[in-house]
C-alpha cells in the first residue's frame, strides 16, 4: 500500500511541477502535513542534500523521499512516480510542437504558464528561507552570504556550498 501510495503523490508532484525542481518544494512541504514520511527538518537537509549532489533536485529529493518513507525500493518508487508525467507530457507535446508552434493560442498557453511558475518558485524560496533562517544568527549569516554571491557572480558554487559547510561546523549551527 505504501509504495501505490509514493507512486500516486509523487505522480501528482511531477505532474504539477512545471518549470523545475525547486517548484517540488511546497508540494513536499504538504507531504510533510499529510504523511509521516519525512519532517520538516529532514525537508530541509533533503533539499541542501539535493543542491549539493548531482542530479536534478526534483528527483534526488523524491529519491530521498521515497527512500525515508519505506527503503531502497520506496526510493525507485517516488522517483518513477515523479519522471514519469514528464515523460509522458514530453512525448504528447512532442508531436504538436512542430505542428503547433506558430499558433497563437499555443503561444499564450506558454506565456501564461511562467507567472504560475514563477510564483510557485518564488513560494519555494520563501519556504526555503523558513526552513533555513530559524534565529538571528542565521538571518545574518543567509543576509552574508547573499550579498557576497551578488558581489562576486564568478565564483563557482561549490566554493560557496564548501563555505557554507565550514560555517555551519565553526558555529555549531
Known sequence: MIYLLLFVEFFKIGLLAIGGGLVTIPFLMELTDKYDWFTRSQLADMIAVSESTPGPIGVNMATYAGFNASGFLGGIVATFGLLLPSLIIIILISQFVMKYQSCMTFQNILFGIRPAVLALI????????????????????????????????????????????????????
Open 122 to 173: 518564488l513560494y519555494a524560496g520563501y519556504i526555503l528561507a523558513e526552513l533555513a533562517v530559524k534565529d538571528i544568527k542565521g538571518g545574518i549569516i543567509c543576509a552574508v552570504l547573499f550579498l557576497i554571491i551578488h558581489r562576486f557572480k564568478n565564483v563557482h558554487p561549490i566554493f560557496y556550498i564548501l563555505g557554507g559547510a565550514v560555517l555551519g561546523i565553526v558555529l555549531k549551527l
